[in-house]
């Protein structure tokens, strides 16, 4: 059986988000009964294993070229989330 992680303190750091992003991270804070702060600091945390796994994989490089791929297609196809929208309606 393994020890328990001893409880790093913890530490302020700031970020600048876009208010649409605040207004959906306090509306599923709201839904699953926590406040925002420890919301997103669990959001991130998620973030941050999922990217550990990428980079023992291997793969992170793959998602920045990939990322690098979606925008440039973004850009020349003038595509947002908005306009992606059409595609969940048809179905």
Known sequence: MARPKKEETKIQ???????????????????????PGPFTRNLIKSGLEEAQLFDKAGLIGLVGASRRKMDGFRKRFNLTFDTLDIFEKEK
Do not use: G, N
Request: proline share 4%.
């Open 13 to 35: 750091y700031s970020v600048m988000l876009e208010p649409s992003i605040i207004k959906e991270i306090q509306r599923l804070a709201d839904k699953a009964e926590v406040k």
